[in-house]
Antibody, heavy 120, light 107 residues
Framework: EVQLVESGGGLVQPGGSLRLSCAAS????????MSWVRQAPGKGLEWVSA????????YYADSVKGRFSISRDNSKNTLYLQMNSLRAEDTAVYYC?????????????WGRGTLVTVSS | DIQMTQSPSSLSASVGDRVSITCRAS??????LNWYQQKPGKAPKLLIY???SLQSGVPSRFSGSGSGTDFTLTISSLQPEDFATYYC?????????FGGGTKVEIK
C-alpha cells in the first residue's frame, strides 16, 4: 500500500526540541522529493521544509530557518524533521507529503499527520 | 513570496448545486496552481494540479480553470461527500504557498 506514516509528535516546552519521522511505503522513496507541511489548530496549511530525493538539496520556510532541519534515510525509507528552539507558534499538526511532479512543488500523497504542541 | 487569496472564505450550498471557488495569485504563476480538499481531522487530498489536470481517482465533477493570476475550482453537482475545506496552492516558485481556504457547508 502506498502510504506515509508520521510519528514523533507530542508536548514540548518552549525552547525544547523534537524529532519527527515519516515512514514511507509502496513507492520508490529515494526517487521522490519530500516535504513537511503544517497546520496550526483551526488554521490553514503552511509549507515548512523540503528535501530532494538524494537529500542533497534542502529548503526551508523563513519562519523555521535556522531552527528546523530536514533529512532523510533512503535505506530506511524515512523522512525526518529535527525541530529545535520550539515556540508556541510552532504548535500544529505536521504532515509529510510527497512531491507530485519532478520539478514543481505540489503534493500527491500525504500522511495523516502528527500533532506537536509547544506549551509550558 | 507569492500570496494566494481565495474567495469566498466560506459558502453554503445544497446537494446538486454547481459551486465555484476562486483563487488569485499576487503575481503571474502561469498554470502552476493546485487544488486540495480537506475534511475535518484528515489530511489534505490533491484534486487538481497544473490548474486543470484531474488527479487520478478524483471524480469528474471537479474541474479547474485559469492561468496567470486568476483560477477557479468548480464542482458541477455538489455531493454529500464534497462538504469540506478547499485550498489552492501555487507551485510556480519556492516557497510553495497556500490560499486561506474555502469551507463548503451544507445549506
Amino acid at each position: 500500500e502506498v502510504q506515509l506514516v508520521e510519528s514523533g509528535g507530542g508536548l514540548v516546552q518552549p525552547g525544547g526540541s523534537l524529532r519527527l519521522s515519516c515512514a514511507a511505503s509502496g513507492f520508490t522513496f529515494s526517487s521522490n522529493a519530500m516535504s513537511w507541511v503544517r497546520q496550526a489548530p483551526g488554521k490553514g496549511l503552511e509549507w515548512v521544509s523540503a528535501i530532494s530525493g538524494s537529500g542533497g538539496s534542502t529548503y526551508y520556510a523563513d519562519s523555521v530557518k535556522g531552527r528546523f532541519s530536514i533529512s532523510r534515510d533512503n535505506s530506511k525509507n524515512t523522512l525526518y524533521l529535527q525541530m529545535n528552539s520550539l515556540r508556541a507558534e510552532d504548535t500544529a499538526v505536521y504532515y509529510c507529503a510527497k512531491r507530485g511532479s519532478y520539478s514543481h512543488w505540489y503534493f500527491d500523497l500525504w500522511g495523516r499527520g502528527t500533532l506537536v504542541t509547544v506549551s509550558s | 513570496d507569492i500570496q494566494m487569496t481565495q474567495s469566498p472564505s466560506s459558502l453554503s450550498a445544497s446537494v446538486g448545486d454547481r459551486v465555484s471557488i476562486t483563487c488569485r495569485a499576487s503575481q503571474s504563476i502561469s498554470s502552476y496552481l493546485n487544488w486540495y480538499q480537506q475534511k475535518p481531522g484528515k489530511a489534505p487530498k490533491l484534486l487538481i494540479y497544473s490548474a486543470s489536470s484531474l488527479q487520478s481517482g478524483v471524480p469528474s465533477r471537479f474541474s479547474g480553470s485559469g492561468s496567470g493570476t486568476d483560477f477557479t475550482l468548480t464542482i458541477s453537482s455538489l455531493q454529500p461527500e464534497d462538504f469540506a475545506t478547499y485550498y489552492c496552492q501555487q507551485s510556480y516558485s519556492t516557497p510553495p504557498t497556500f490560499g486561506g481556504g474555502t469551507k463548503v457547508e451544507i445549506k
